[in-house]
């Protein structure tokens, strides 16, 4: 059974930094994109950033491009989102997801809490 965990959310102030990780049980890490997304109260999911299975490849949305990085330890069998330069706006429950390549994102975790205070 394939299990995403997040942790590592919290309260802070802007300007501040945070890493987010996402552990992963039940897949084989290298065959699965995993893309960060964030919710904000009152707003749909969003889409932050993504890196790819094979490549490693990393895309951002526009709102975080270098701010955020997305990267993996396959030791670990864990991704994470460093977040750099917070900002009021990044307040949001952050979710990490993975997907088989070319596949739709079949698996979710149960999301973190960043608080960001301006």
Do not use: H
Not at 86 to 108: F, I, M, N, P, R
Request: glycine share 12%.
């Amino acid at each position: 059974q394939v299990q995403l965990v997040e942790s590592g959310g919290g309260l802070v102030q802007a300007g501040d930094s945070l890493r987010l990780s996402c552990a992963a049980s039940g897949l084989t890490f290298s065959t699965y994109a995993v893309g960060w997304f964030r919710q904000a109260p009152g707003n749909e999911r969003e889409f932050v950033a993504i890196i790819s299975s094979s490549s490693g490849t990393e895309n951002y949305a526009d709102s975080v491009k270098g701010r955020f990085t997305i990267s993996r330890d396959y030791a670990k069998n864990t991704w994470y989102l460093q977040m750099d330069s917070l900002k009021s706006e990044d307040t949001a429950v952050y979710y990490c997801a993975a997907a088989k390549s070319g596949g739709s994102w079949g698996y979710w975790g149960k999301g973190t809490l960043v608080t960001v205070s301006s």
